[in-house]
Structure formats: structure tokens, C-alpha cells
């Protein structure tokens, strides 16, 4: 969502309700900057089983498109991107929150996100259990493992740590 904010992209993995037409699945959309959603594609699943993880890969590709992998497995719905263009926002990166307003947060847990500048996938793979590491396409990285404070630190060598805030607490389970 876009409310509040001017020159925003939007590229977010929602669960939609039963208002939506594909209720229960997850949906990897992108928004342009004027917030009119452009591409959307949606897991083959629409029900989860509760207190269970699973591995959320979504990858935009400038040759392929977008595409959605869960726990490994590409999702059938994907989505060429044509001539369009990401651009460049100076608005802050959210995760686990709703836009720049900082509200609908994720009432879940949320483990290693990685933004890289290459499509680490096309094809289905086997996610890896051990904590994630940072490479030469790493843009960020956030383990969360903090286990304490306000701040999530980033492991690449960007240094884009970011706040902790609306509630958020750590828990360092082990996810495998």
C-alpha cells in the first residue's frame, strides 16, 4: 500500500482473505511508483499448516520474470516482466509491515531475508537449514539472531541495519 507515501514501489508476499479472488494463497506482487499493481503471481497452495516454517524465495529477473518458490518447489504461477523498470525510491525498505505507515504487522516469525542483485533461482532446490551467509551479490542480509535491541543488523557489507519496531520480539528457534 502506497497510502502515505510518494514515489514508492511495492514488491510484497501477502496472504490474502477471502475478499481476494485466490483466497489463502500467497501472493508476490509488484506495484510501480503511482501504486497501481503491475504483476502478481500466487503460490499453488492457499492453506498452511500453523507453527510450521517454510521457505519463501520470491525472484524478479529481468530475462525470466517473476517467479515464487516454496520450500524449494517453483510455484506454477509466474509472470514476465516485459520493458518495465524498477527505478530508484529513497523510501525505507520495510519487511513484516505494510508500507512506509508501519502497520498490518506480520503476526508470524520471520528468519533470514536476503536481498541479492542476481536470481539465485529458476529452478527447484533444496533450502539450506544453516543460517544464511553473504556473497558477492548480497545487497542485504538480515539473520535476525540479535537476540536482544532495536536494531537488525545487516550482514553484507552494505551496513544496511535497520529498526526493530511495532512489537517485534526475537525468538531464536531453529528453523530445520
Known sequence: NTSGCSECHEIALLIEGTAWSDPGHLQFGWKDATGTLRYNIISNQNTWIANQWYHVAAVIDPVSGMSLFINGIKQASTEPLGTDSF??????????????????????KIEDVR???????????TPQCSQLSTDGNTLGLWNFNEASGTIAYDSSANGYNGNISGGAIYDLEQIC
Open 87 to 108: 527505478g530508484t525510491v529513497s523510501n525505507p525498505t520495510v519487511i513484516g509491515a505494510w508500507g512506509d505507515n508501519y502497520d498490518r504487522n506480520f503476526n508470524g
Open 115 to 125: 536481498l541479492s542483485d542476481i536470481a539465485r533461482y529458476n529452478t527447484n532446490f
